[in-house]
């Protein structure tokens, strides 16, 4: 990167932190004031950053403009499906990925695990919300009055005996996910399936996806399962790094229903 590049680049997270003048922009840079002033002036021309009537400078409307675009036009599924095909290369299990939309969670990718019996969820279906592990990620991360309306309004079906069975229970499993940052479904939807499931984020730390391993108790047990979660969640916090454009701070390992 040019010197002069990579000097325009550092002001924008400068005045990230606050309005700042040419003196105080062409200290941080290590600069005389005239080239920070050309800097600011490029940078100006391009509405990156105003000039306030004060003469210090901020950042400029066309910043915003350009990340607010480029959020709309991320697409979490793209991002995520080499990340769920490595990681179902790696254990051998089924690899769902959901969004939260219009009050339903939806599934909007999955990789079929290579053992003989397959899950029978599909893409674009909704999951079994009161007890599926990548719905509890997402509605946990609902703020709470939200979070509490939206499942007194649900119902509460007893697909098996380990499902959630009312509201107050559901909310306290909600509130048990969003402290651990993980959830499962552990026999809530089918008695056989089992499953595990971590939270994907955006840059502003809210949950934008959530992806889940999934496998029938007769190729992998309860137990064996979890000893994956670790994988997943390092999966997930790939995934959620390069949907939001910071630099992950870990990276997946070499070694993941209907329900999940």
């Not at 079994?128 to 509890?136: G, H, M, R, S």
């Not at 509130?175 to 595990?196: F, M, P, Y």
Request: contains cysteine; negative net charge.
């Amino acid at each position: 990167m040019s010197q002069t590049v990579d000097r325009a680049l550092n002001i924008l997270p400068l005045l990230a932190e606050g309005p700042a003048d040419l003196g105080q922009v062409a200290d941080r840079l290590g600069v005389h004031k005239s080239t920070a002033l050309r800097l600011l002036r490029t940078l100006h021309e391009h509405g990156l950053v105003y000039r306030q009537s004060d003469q210090r400078y901020r950042l400029g409307a066309r910043l915003f403009a350009l990340a607010q675009e480029a959020v709309e036009n991320l697409d979490v599924r793209e991002i995520a499906h080499p990340h769920l095909v490595r990681l179902n290369e790696s254990c051998g299990h089924t690899v769902h990925l959901a969004v939260h939309e219009e009050g339903e969670v939806l599934y909007i990718d999955k990789v079929d695990s290579r053992y003989p019996v397959r899950m029978y969820s599909r893409i674009g279906k909704p999951v079994a919300i009161t007890v599926a592990a990548v719905a509890k990620l997402l509605l946990a991360d609902l703020p709470d009055p939200e979070r509490r309306a939206f499942a007194e309004k649900l119902d509460y079906p007893m697909y098996t005996a380990r499902s959630t069975p009312s509201a107050p229970a559901f909310l306290r499993e909600l509130d048990k996910v969003r402290e651990q940052g993980w959830a499962t479904d552990l026999g809530g939807h089918e008695e056989s399936i089992n499953c595990v499931a971590a939270p994907i984020r955006g840059a502003d730390g809210r949950a934008v996806a959530a992806m889940s391993v999934s496998a029938p108790n007769v190729v992998v047990t309860e137990d064996e399962l979890l000893t994956l979660l670790p994988l997943v969640r390092r999966t997930a916090e790939t995934i959620s790094g390069e949907y939001s454009g910071r630099t992950p701070t870990t990276q997946p390992g070499s070694s993941s229903s209907s329900s999940s």
